[in-house]
């Protein structure tokens, strides 16, 4: 078998017969020195008809970054000598440059500029290719780069410069490409990239409005078959991949998505059916996303992402076997603070220096002959002030500055009601009485005058948990209740604890369960109300990594990820906008269902809603996700914290001034509508643009029908018929990806990182709860072990911490909001300077932050002990810092 035969059909690597390498390859060179001669003599002839002598000489250098994965192949790969030669004929690239101009006289497309590209530098990891062209006069502006890759593996590409010598003044037009380029062995469609000028479609060149529309149809696919590791393709289905019926019954997951639990759509990965559920899709060890989302070649080995895999598939597996019992809990406090100082001594894995290779911050090496050891830091909030967790104050502060600032709102009726079936869910009105709350606030106002001056606010998990409560304590390990805590706002601008209340619905011959437990001053009454502010805080997490985090920001971002790249060409100045803020989301999302969320995950295993958890997450999404109310203004208007005041800063007042997220959170998103609007007002002068925009209507309906399917007739949806209703749309998408999701999640390991201070899972009911006799004698006599009972066990939380540390880390190489000009921008002077206008205004919320952070007239942010709230706060250096927002949600 010749290499001609071989090389005339895709084939694995596998396949290729090295024995025959060498006369493999003396085929392959008289192949490609004809191909070559082929080449020159199209550049030539052009040249030579060129009567006006006006031909103009191109260079291209295309920059390749060099990967993991690409190295080994190269070095190692079964494919590695013939890919080697093709290297040293300089054959490593055929480029074919298009021109923006159609052939007046045949009305078609000009013929390409075609050239090889060779090999003539390397540093570091990147290595430079080069070709020579002669543009024929009369060729036009290169407006793409049609693009093969001879190697047999593929190549991530970042960049294409043209040199073009031939204007007056030299230039280089740049064609941004940071894609991963298949082998034509693999593929032989080539890949289309266009040059960094953007355009309407109603503005494309004629030249490229075919490659424009190819291109498209090339990541939409046809919705068929099972998904490739090299394949390109966006589509959608349902999240019916969590479950695992196949392995055993009890890991069985209904779809998420559809009218009976409706959910935002995932990327489409055509696995094949479970044989239990035809409903599901089976699970595998690699989840498909399509390759230019993936980030596990592309960043660095210290990428926070691919930490959190070798976390989750190295690390965990090696601690469930140091702590053999699941359900063993901390015996004292000062076994919880061992983990910071003695540490959880762990077998060596089999893969020597695997742990101190990918999470050298977590496991210590005691010495080669010893075993490991997990030694987590010490979170700030401690290290500031060890007891803080306990206090009242502190509880009521991370309200408004803490991980979840997104849950408090202003009680606006009362008395508290709930909506649900009082038939099945028993009696609706909340003990939580106006005499109860006068008896609490001490008389300094009556409840009626407190409603009027905006000074009641609350927590309520009630309506959304209380379906869950009796299905939840059939699971062992776990308890539930439906919850309200309330608060009142203190003259000093501080949130003050007035009451906690827990709720169990009938179950059996049992009616309604609910108790209302306040600050007290008797020593069972103070066991009983930290022991209640411990469920409130496992609902509080529960929340807030299900719906604030994930669902809001993760979930809800990856169908705006899959229309654009179906419908919005990559020359599309919108597309342009949002792929920087789109990066990575789909592979971390990837992730969470292989191994966060998905049925026995991390998630399941360590939150309180257990096995109900996503599906809970779906009940939020039913009753509270708009797509309106996902603006930061919006947000706080719907929740109570703020009313519209044209005569305010950003035209808003908030109820409650000292209010560090959204004092901060306010400037950010200022500063991204600012951005938004010059960007959009420059590509649309013309209000009209935006309604007779086509892919940009598409991605829009895209948005709403297919990936929000289940919201698709909403009346609230935005229409995009201006320019004002535009840039309100991306604004939002970009709050959420950087801004929403920075205030989220950065903060994870500096809060929860010491888990009483939030605990994500209740274990035990409280003990006023039908007790038993001994039960609750044992309560008194030892309550502190009550509390400890009630806490993650040993294995949970140092699971959970050992996630939340990941979670929390900055890359090296991560990308921030404002700081990294695309090159699409810089090429043009409008955008290059509305970016730069970004880029101070994100400097001078860096200054607003640090003076906030040093006025002790903020208590909600400045005080003893108190860490300072910098999670909005724009850039970071690498790791666990508390601060910085990035462009995306890749982590």
């Known amino acids: 078998m010749t290499i001609n035969s071989l090389l005339q059909k895709p084939t694995s690597s596998s396949s290729l017969p090295i024995t025959n390498t060498k006369n493999s390859i003396l085929a392959a060179s008289v192949e490609v020195e004809e191909a070559e001669a082929a080449l020159m003599n199209t550049s030539i002839s052009s040249a ?28 190692f790969g079964l494919t590695a000598p013939l890919d080697l030669f093709t290297d040293l004929l300089g054959k490593t690239f055929l480029l074919e440059l298009v021109s923006t101009e159609l052939d007046p006289d045949i009305g078609l497309e000009k013929k390409t500029i075609q050239g090889y590209a060779h090999k003539v530098t390397r540093i570091d990891d990147e290595v430079k290719y ?28 970042k960049t294409i410069h043209l040199h073009i010598n031939g204007f007056p003044d030299p230039s280089v037009v740049t064609v941004p490409c940071d894609s991963w380029a298949h082998s034509k062995y693999v593929n032989p469609d080539k890949r289309i990239f266009f040059t960094s000028k953007s355009y309407l479609p109603s503005e494309t060149p004629s030249g490229l409005k075919r490659l424009r529309e190819l291109e498209l149809q090339y990541l939409r696919g046809n919705g068929e078959g099972e998904r490739k590791t090299s394949d390109r393709i966006y589509d959608y289905d349902t999240y019916n991949d969590l479950g695992n019926p196949d392995s055993e019954d ?18 489409r990965t055509g696995r094949p059916r479970t044989k239990k559920d035809p409903l599901s899709e089976e699970r595998s060890s690699s989840v498909y996303v399509p390759r230019d989302e993936a980030f596990a070649e592309v960043k660095q080995l210290t990428f926070a992402a691919k930490t959190l895999k070798s976390v989750l598939h190295a690390l965990l597996p090696q601690l469930e076997m140091s702590l053999i019992n699941p359900n063993l809990g901390f015996p004292y406090f000062t076994a919880i603070d061992s983990l910071f100082n003695e540490g959880v001594t762990m077998p060596k894995p089999k893969t020597s220096g695997l742990f101190q290779s990918v999470i050298p911050r977590l496991v210590k090496a005691v010495s080669d002959s010893q075993d490991d050891l997990l030694l987590f830091e010490t979170p700030e909030i401690i290290d500031r002030d060890k007891f803080s967790w306990f206090r009242d104050e502190e509880f009521s502060r991370q309200t408004l500055a803490g991980l979840n600032p ?15 079936d009082p038939k099945i869910y028993g009696p609706p009105e909340s003990l939580i009485t106006t005499e109860l709350v006068e008896k609490e606030i001490r008389g300094c106002m009556t409840v009626n005058e407190a409603l009027k001056r905006k000074k009641m606010f609350m927590l309520d998990y009630h309506d959304l948990l209380m379906p869950y409560v009796n299905k939840v304590r059939e699971i062992e390990g776990t308890t539930l209740y439906g919850s309200r805590t309330l608060f009142f706002l203190t003259e000093e601008g501080t949130l003050r604890l007035v009451a906690i209340e827990l709720t169990r619905p009938p179950v059996g011959d049992k009616p309604q369960w609910k108790q209302v437990f306040t600050p007290t001053w008797d ?72 191994s966060l969320i998905n049925a026995g995950g991390i998630i399941e295993t360590s939150f309180s809603p257990a096995k109900y958890s996503i599906e809970l997450s779906s009940a939020a999404y039913d009753k509270f996700w708009r797509f309106d109310m996902e603006a930061l203004p919006a947000d706080l208007i719907r929740r109570g914290m703020a009313v519209e ?13 000292d209010y560090p997220f959204a004092n901060d959170g306010l400037i950010l998103w200022d500063a991204i509508k600012e951005w938004v609007r010059d960007y959009v007002n420059h590509y649309y002068p013309d209000p009209t643009l935006v309604e007779n925009d086509q892919e940009l209507q598409a991605w829009w309906t895209e948005v709403r029908t297919k990936g929000h399917a289940d919201k698709k007739d909403e009346p609230w949806w935005p229409v995009l ?51 038993s006799e001994e039960y609750f004698n044992n309560f008194l006599k030892k309550p502190e072990s009550a509390l400890l009972m009630c806490f993650p066990s040993q294995i949970q939380a140092t699971k959970v911490m050992a996630v939340l540390d990941v ?18 921008w810089a090429e043009n002077p409008v955008i290059k300077a509305a970016f730069e206008r970004f880029n101070g205004n994100l400097k001078k919320l860096e200054a607003i932050i640090d003076e906030r952070n040093t006025n002790i007239n903020l208590k909600n942010r400045v005080g003893a002990g108190v860490v300072p709230y910098e999670l909005l706060k724009p850039f970071s250096k690498p790791g666990v810092t508390g601060m910085g927002v990035p462009n995306s949600i890749s982590i």
């Open 523 to 594: 020593a069972t009454g103070c066991w009983l109300w930290r022991l209640a502010k411990a469920h409130v805080c496992a609902h509080d997490a529960g929340y807030h990594q299900l719906v604030i985090h994930w669902l809001r920001t993760h979930c809800c971002t990856e169908p705006y990820i899959i229309a654009a790249n179906r419908q919005l060409s990559a020359m599309h100045p919108i597309y342009r906008l949002l792929l920087p803020h789109f990066r990575y989301t789909m592979e971390i999302n990837a992730l969470a269902r292989e």
């Open 406 to 420: 997104f849950s408090i709102e202003l009680v606006k009726e009362w008395p508290l009601k709930s909506k649900l």
């Open 721 to 771: 018929n201006t320019p004002d209703n535009l840039i309100h749309v991306l604004t939002t998408i970009i709050w959420v990806t950087a801004g929403h999701h920075a205030a989220v999640n950065f903060g994870q390991y500096m809060y929860a990182g010491y888990f009483p201070n939030r605990p994500t899972i209740a274990r035990t009911n409280m003990p006023t709860e039908d007790p």
């Open 645 to 657: 005041d044209p005569t305010a800063e950003h035209g808003l007042k908030l109820t409650i001034e």
């Open 130 to 157: 080069e070709s020579s062209f002669t543009l024929p006069a009369g060729f036009g502006e290169v407006g793409a780069v049609l693009f093969e890759n001879q190697h047999h593996e593929e190549l991530y590409i």
């Open 48 to 75: 030579e008809n060129n009567n006006n002598n006006e031909a103009v000489t191109v260079k291209a250098v295309v920059t390749v970054k060099i990967t993991t994965g690409s190295l080994l192949s190269n070095l």
């Open 250 to 267: 009890d890991l069985a997951r209904p779809v998420l998505g559809g009218k009976e639990h409706p959910y935002p759509r995932r990327c």
């Open 807 to 824: 979670l929390s880390n900055h890359s090296p190489d991560e990308e921030y909001l404002g700081e990294k000009m695309e090159s699409s």
